[in-house]
Every structure is written in C-alpha cells, then in structure tokens.
C-alpha cells in the first residue's frame, strides 16, 4: 500500500491506512484504527483505536478522532473542532465501557471548533456550522449552528444552502448539479 507519511507522524503497528492517503506533521494514528484511502490527516491529528475513517475524508489541524467515532466516506472535519465519546467524564472514574457510538454519515461537514457530543448522527450531507456545539442527531441534509445547535436551512450535496423551508412540502433545483430536492414535512430526498 502505498501512502505518504511525515517524518514526524507516528503510525503503530496494526493500523490501516488507505492507498493514496496522506498524513502530515504530528500525526498518531492507533494500532487498531482503520483510515480509508485518499483521506487526509491534518496537523496533529490523533486517531484511536476503534475509529473507522472513510475514502476521501478530510480532517483539518488539531483534531483528535477518539475511540467509538465512524466516519462514513468524504467526511470533512474542520479545524480544532471537538469528539466526545463519554457523555459524563470524571478522572478518578473509568468509563471506557460506557463510550457512545457516533455516527457522521457520507459528505457531512463539520465546521471549524464545534463539538459533537457522543452517542449522536449526523446525517448525510448534513452541514455543522463553526462553534456549534451538537448534542442531538442531524438529520440529511440540515445545516445547524448554535449552541446547543439547532436546525436553520437546509444543505445541498454541493455545499451551498438550499432555498427551502424548515418543513412543509417544496422543492428546489440545485444550480450546480441540477437535481431537484424534495422537502416532505421534515425529510428531504434528491432526485
């Protein structure tokens, strides 16, 4: 397999890395965690054991993937921004039998410095603005902020704000891709 690795990096033994990924200065990347191919691993990033990191995911500077997160393909994590994996941490409590799963499902982005608290998805496509802080699951498609995040619009697969309604029944063309998505209450489908 071949993949381009800084000298600096630290990759222990056992750990999968994707053909075509590279991983740059100050990166550890642990013996169990599986990293697809053409991903990109920022500036001292830090990836746990039992993590999964999809084909052509892009995690920016100073992010740490800690054990229990599934990163689903073309995945882009901002910089500095935040995983939990325990919901109520005390130092003098071992919990490391009490991690939650989280799920960020294909072509999500999560903005620069927000946090995403354990146990939740984030669904496909979904946008997570910068700071925000998400505490429940995203639906596909929605482009939260805040703190705690809250839904304000809705994303297209090509990253721009589509011009709907939170909920109700309507539909848009997206300019770029041209395909049309359709709000039904609070789903959105493209065709």
Same mark, same amino acid.
């Given at each position: 397999m071949t993949y381009e690795v800084h000298d600096s990096a630290v990759i222990d033994d056992g750990a999968q890395?994707?053909?075509?990924?590279?991983?740059?200065?100050?990166?550890?990347?642990?013996?169990?965690?599986r990293v697809g191919a053409g991903v990109s691993l920022g500036q001292?990033?830090?990836?746990g054991n039992d993590v999964v990191i999809g084909d052509l995911c892009k995690i920016?500077?100073?992010?740490?993937?800690?054990?229990?997160?599934?990163?689903?393909?073309? /995945?882009?994590?901002?910089?500095?921004?935040?995983?939990?994996?325990v919901y109520n941490p005390r130092t003098a409590i071992n919990r490391k039998n009490e991690y939650r799963r989280t799920l960020v499902r294909r072509g999500a982005t999560l903005g620069a410095n927000?946090?995403?608290?354990?146990?939740?998805?984030?669904?496909?496509?979904?946008? /997570?603005?910068a700071g925000a802080v998400v505490t429940k699951d995203i639906p596909d498609?929605?482009?939260?902020?805040?703190?705690?995040?809250?839904q304000i619009g809705w994303m297209s697969e090509y990253g721009e704000q589509l011009d709907l309604p939170l909920e109700g029944n309507a539909e848009t063309v997206c300019p770029h891709k041209n395909c049309v998505y359709k709000l039904r209450g609070s789903v959105i489908s493209k065709n």
């Open positions: 890395i994707g053909e075509g990924s590279r991983i740059w200065h100050f990166v550890h990347v642990c013996s169990g965690a001292n990033v830090f990836v920016q500077n100073n992010v740490s993937v800690y054990d229990s997160v599934i990163l689903e393909d073309g /995945v882009f994590c901002g910089p500095s921004m935040v995983f939990t994996n927000c946090t995403i608290v354990c146990g939740v998805t984030i669904g496909a496509h979904a946008f /997570v603005g498609y929605a482009l939260v902020a805040g703190v705690p995040a809250k």
